[in-house]
């Protein structure tokens, strides 16, 4: 039996304004927005005129109109790279990023802006329960960092947003809508979103989406089944199901979407048709109750020697079909229906008709698209490809469910290191129907990366590549949960932890499959990416000056001047610096890079030469001259490369060396 607790008894004296708001509300909800009183409105539903003012129509709360500033505020961080927690990390092209998804969506926008095919999410659903992440706009970087181990004294997290709280359903929407938006900007034209909810925010979020994303590329109102049985619990929002809400970058792109695992397991090949595989259709129809004149006998004889020349039917068409005789006969005007019955029965033939007239049907026998297997009834070829472009179910009732999320990562961790996972079939429905070779999936509230494991497993049963970006906040876990018990810090932990051993499960099945082993050693990672790179929220290498707009206090400001002056942070391996400057130099962070040496110094060759670092303390013109001869399109070099008395004469030299070929140059 689960444990359960009595209410507290409320020592405290009651609140008699409490008492009578709550009395006010009883009698007129709809005067209430969000706690608070609206008075105008109670007049007016007291019949008394209030101006309205200017009336728009469209969502509002408190701190929207800030939320533009959170948007628009640089992010002064970078990512940087942590080899010991990847797998595979030179060769993969798969990201898992740790840290506020704000500051990294941000990141991410010069990098993979319009690169992004499909982006899922599954927010908190503002429960009342749910952390919710602190954004402090002008500091959010900040706020980050001393985030971890924000509780009260009761172990509560301070930021939790609880319905009493007044600004509720504000402080969720104040979280959603920046993130929303800078994720709208890395979709391609013809990307999607899906975002899971429940209702109790399933409103708000659909007018957000609409503000943000338009209500004419609103594609869905998913709804799926979570709870697998009958007893649902009835709580104070009925709990048995929930919704993928989605939106299209562009509803005008043209893009198809290809609709499958709905009936993935019916989908097979019997007859080895190089059309791929095929699902078996109705191709016939009961006969009763149908107007003679439009009875067509089903006449396949699969043994020819049968004839039936005692059946009042007209030979319209006849043919042959591989082994099999097809003949098509239309009863004769006058004949009595039933005596066709009869004469069936007695032959035991199918008392059915084709679903079509007669050319249509020479039609499909044409197209090899009827599946005769003995004395069965013919069956109807529909391929799986055939299934593109169709329009995704919006019911699942049950396919999946929370429970099957569940077991799913207990077969991974053996035991319930994370609460309601999402379960995967549910992920590769909609990955399964949107994405293709080659395309990059997102998902920013990452959680255990229920996404990243179906994306693994569902690439590497179709042998196609698809490249995933999850990011996510390392969240502590909480005190005596399972997590915290098997020695996960943090959620991001659980995250990165459950993508390596489902690698691992993946590669251990390929071992047992022999041949896919010897493919894989001959093509490593052609077919699957069988790896993930681990970068890290952390504050940029470089020293900057404060975001603009910011107030500075003077004694902090001198402090910033002292720092310019040699404005490289100590401690900062190389590797650190060149993904910074790759980032935001607009390179995506899977880059191909190559390590050479030119005139006697290391440079790194970004994407076949679209860009040159040079991280060197004492830059040479035999290195700069290297640099220029490759001809790339730009460079980059440490401003403090440019060191001793010719530091100023070999930056103007750089300059007019760089110019005259055309190379954008940078110091940094
Ligand atoms: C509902 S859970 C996602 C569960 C996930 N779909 C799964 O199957 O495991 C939402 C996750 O978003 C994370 N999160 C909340 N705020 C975040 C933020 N600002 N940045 C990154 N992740 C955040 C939480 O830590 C939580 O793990």
Redo the contacts with the bound molecule.
């Keep these: 039996m689960p444990k359960e607790t009595p209410e507290k008894l409320d020592l405290r004296s009651m609140d008699i304004t409490d008492e009578k708001k709550q009395q006010l509300k009883q009698l007129f909800p709809e005067v209430f927005r969000e706690d608070k009183i609206d008075f105008d409105h109670l007049k007016r539903v007291l019949g008394e005129w209030v101006d309205p003012g200017k009336e728009r129509f469209g969502l509002q709360w408190p701190g929207k109109a800030e939320r533009m500033k959170t948007i628009q505020q640089p992010s002064i961080a970078t990512l940087r790279p942590d080899r010991e927690e990847s797998v595979n990390f030179d060769e993969t092209e798969n990201l898992f990023i740790e840290?506020?998804?704000?500051e990294?969506l941000k990141l991410l926008q010069k990098s993979y802006f319009g690169k992004v095919k499909m982006i899922y999410?599954?927010?908190?659903?503002n429960t009342g329960n749910?952390?919710?992440?602190p954004?402090n706009y002008t500091e959010s970087l900040d706020t980050y960092l001393k985030y971890t181990g924000q509780k009260d004294a009761e172990g509560n997290w301070q930021s939790s947003n609880k319905e009493t709280e007044g600004r509720f359903h504000s402080k969720w929407l104040n979280?959603m809508y920046p993130?929303l938006f800078l994720a709208k900007n890395l979709l391609e034209e013809n990307g999607v979103i899906f975002v899971?909810i429940d209702d109790h925010e399933v409103h708000h979020l659909r007018k957000m989406m609409n503000e943000i994303y338009g209500e004419e590329n609103f594609t869905a109102q998913i709804v799926w089944k979570k709870k697998t049985g009958s007893g649902s619990q009835i709580e104070k929002v009925f709990s048995e199901h929930e919704y993928v809400i989605s939106y299209v970058k562009n509803s005008n792109s043209g893009e198809k979407w290809r609709i499958t695992n709905e009936n993935d397991g019916n989908f097979k090949n019997p007859d080895n048709d190089e059309r791929g595989d095929w699902e078996s259709c109705a191709i016939t129809a009961p006969s009763k109750n149908r107007n003679p004149n439009q009875l067509y006998l089903i006449e396949v004889n699969f043994n020819s020697n049968k004839s039936r020349t005692n059946l009042k039917y007209d030979i319209i068409d006849e043919f042959q079909y591989g082994n099999h005789r097809v003949i098509f006969r239309k009863l004769q005007e006058n004949s009595d229906y039933n005596e066709m019955f009869d004469a069936e029965k007695e032959v035991a033939w199918f008392i059915r008709r084709w679903a079509y007239i007669p050319t249509s049907m020479r039609k499909i026998f044409e197209d090899n698209r009827v599946y005769l297997n003995g004395a069965n009834l013919p069956r109807y070829k529909k391929f799986q490809s055939e299934y593109e472009g169709k329009a995704l179910r919006s019911i699942y009732c049950n396919e999946f469910s929370t429970q099957q999320?569940s077991e799913e990562?207990r077969a991974l961790f053996n035991s319930d290191i994370?609460e309601?996972?999402?379960p995967k079939k549910l992920?590769q429905t909609l990955v399964e129907a949107t994405t293709k070779q080659d395309d990059i999936i997102v998902?920013?509230?990452?959680?255990?990366?229920?996404?990243a494991d179906a994306i693994l497993n569902l690439s590497n049963k179709e042998k196609v590549k698809r490249k995933f970006i999850m990011?996510?906040?390392p969240?502590i876990t909480e005190e005596k949960t399972e997590a915290k018990k098997a020695g996960f810090e943090t959620?991001?932990d659980i995250?990165k932890e459950r993508i390596r051993r489902t690698i691992k499960h993946i590669k251990e099945d390929h071992k047992k499959d022999k041949q896919l082993a010897l493919d894989e050693e001959k093509n490593s990672n052609d077919e699957i990416d069988l790896g993930f790179k681990v970068f890290k929220l952390t504050p940029s290498n470089f020293k900057v000056w404060e975001a603009p707009g910011v107030d500075i206090e003077p004694e902090k400001l001198k402090e910033q001047l002292d720092a310019f002056s040699d404005h490289l942070n100590p401690e900062n391996e190389e590797e650190s610096i060149l993904f910074e400057l790759i980032l935001k130099s607009g390179f995506p962070l899977t880059a191909n890079i190559e390590k050479i040496e030119l005139a006697g110094k290391h440079v790194l060759n970004v994407e076949n030469g679209k860009l040159m670092i040079c991280l060197a303390e004492e830059l040479t013109i035999e290195v700069l001259d290297a640099i220029s001869e490759k001809e790339p399109q730009r460079v980059i070099c440490l401003d403090n490369g440019f060191t001793g008395d010719d530091a100023d004469a070999l930056k103007t030299n750089a300059v007019q060396l760089f110019k005259s070929k055309e190379i954008e140059f940078r110091t940094v």
């Design positions: 840290g506020d998804n704000l990294v999410i599954d927010p908190p659903y749910e952390f919710i992440y954004d979280m993130r899971s999320g990562l994370v309601y996972p999402k992920l998902d920013f509230f990452a959680g255990s990366c229920s996404t990011v996510q906040l969240e959620i991001a995250g």
